[in-house]
């Protein structure tokens, strides 16, 4: 490799010499066909390279899965962080390969978005998709490293502290939006390639961004609550306050999920090859997060009807100004997570029960660890304060 980057230099001055002129000739034919090559981009030879290159990206892994995910999953606890038990990846990868492979899938594609448009077969098409694909791998993986900050203490008192907390939430934010930003651009290049024909590496592309979604939601969600938040007389209010604001960073992102998941199906419907594996993928990436036997999980995933329900209260405002109360609910969630049956106690306006059941209806937690049914109580407060109304889910 070194004759291929530095022959040209150490040789310019004796060029004329037969010796040298021969190592300059061997590293140049070192380098990769593909850097030289001036002819049309073949099917053929796009998939001898394509071939090559996976052979050293799967090579490079340690591991083998039916959709090539080079991660070792793990369960971690903690105890101080809004949502207690998460499961983490843990990228294998080992580098030399996986270099060597990522410098010739990159030079192919650039190759391929080189050559005209109409020297861009339909299976010239399809082999390069399988190339996209391991070429967007590795910016997939880089966003599996990313972790959520910890020991993070934002007081005042502490000024120094809370500048470095600051500093270091703010770079986890930016670095892994920046980093699921690249996931997307990278396999959205496989999925606008010319003369596109559905491959199963288009569904693979749609199972890895809703991965990647799932992994920064999940992160946020299970990020650790900061001693200062979780400590003193205003502990829990304090400590919902920072979830809350969590869980609404990460909502956009499960709604992007599932649009994906639905995507996922679309393309099986179209689609003549079997693509079973990237659906269950999709279908994984789309479950709830987290756990039904934390009341956080139970409180977060609640919370994304608010709106909805406040809603129903709203509307009943308009016959009767003046209606409060309470309203207690009762949800019967099945082994599959989904919600059976809701009950309601009495409320002074019976289509706000009505309104609040049939939302709840359409929740989706997580399945029971149990297996069985599991019957969650949760209340809703109404109240109309001057100007606004509000409905809360403690």
């Known amino acids: ?66 959709t090539a995910e080079c991660v070792r999953w793990g369960r971690a606890t903690n105890r101080n962080a809004c949502q207690v038990r998460v499961s983490r990846p843990t990228v294998l990868r080992r580098t030399p390969r996986a270099a060597r492979a990522q410098l010739v899938l990159a030079k192919l594609i650039d190759r391929f978005e080189a050559e ?9 098409s399809s082999i390069m998709a399988r190339a996209y694909f391991l070429h967007a791998e590795a910016s997939f993986e880089d966003l599996l490293k990313m972790r959520a900050p910890a020991d993070l203490q934002f007081s005042d008192r502490r000024p120094r502290l809370k500048k470095r907390s600051t500093e270091r939430f703010l770079k986890f934010l930016t670095t892994t939006q920046q980093r699921l930003k690249e996931v997307k651009s990278a396999y959205g290049r496989l999925r606008k390639r010319p003369n596109l024909t559905v491959t199963q590496w288009d569904a693979a592309a749609l199972a890895r961004i809703a991965s990647g979604l799932r992994h920064f939601a999940q992160e946020l969600h299970a990020m650790e609550i900061p001693v200062d938040v979780r400590s003193g007389p205003f502990a829990g209010d304090g400590s919902d306050a920072f979830c809350d604001a969590l869980s609404a960073q990460a909502q956009p992102m ?8 639905r995507a996922c199906l679309d393309l099986a419907r179209s689609s003549k090859h079997d693509l079973r594996p990237w659906i269950a993928v999709c279908k994984a990436a ?11 999980v139970v409180r977060r995933i609640i919370r994304t009807k608010l709106s909805l329900i406040r809603g129903c ?23 599959d997570g ?11 306006a019976s289509p706000v ?30 109240r109309p304060p001057a100007g606004w109304v509000a409905a809360s889910a403690p």
């Not at 405002?317 to 099945?334: A, C, E, S």
């Open 116 to 124: 005209p448009r109409s020297e861009k077969s339909q299976a010239l």
């Open 254 to 261: 499960e709604e992007q999920i599932q649009e994906t998941d």
């Open 1 to 66: 490799n070194s004759d291929a980057t530095s022959g040209p230099t150490r040789c310019q001055s004796d060029m004329k010499t037969s010796m040298c002129a021969l190592l300059f000739a061997l590293a140049l034919c070192s380098l990769p066909t593909l850097v030289a090559a001036e002819d049309p981009l073949t099917a053929t030879e796009a998939a001898a390279l394509v071939e090559s290159a996976s052979l050293d990206w799967l090579g490079s892994c340690p591991v083998s899965h039916t």
């Open 353 to 382: 029960q009505q309104c609040v059941s049939k939302n709840l209806r359409t929740l989706r937690f997580p399945a029971p660890v149990s297996g069985k049914d599991t019957i969650l109580t949760h209340p809703f407060h109404f």
């Open 286 to 296: 789309a479950k709830p997060i987290g756990t039904l036997e934390e009341k956080r």
């Open 338 to 348: 989904l919600v059976r049956d809701v009950t309601t106690t009495s409320f002074p």
């Open 313 to 335: 209260y709203e509307s009943a405002l308009q016959d009767n100004p003046k209606l409060l109360g309470t309203l207690n609910t009762t949800l019967v969630v099945g082994a």
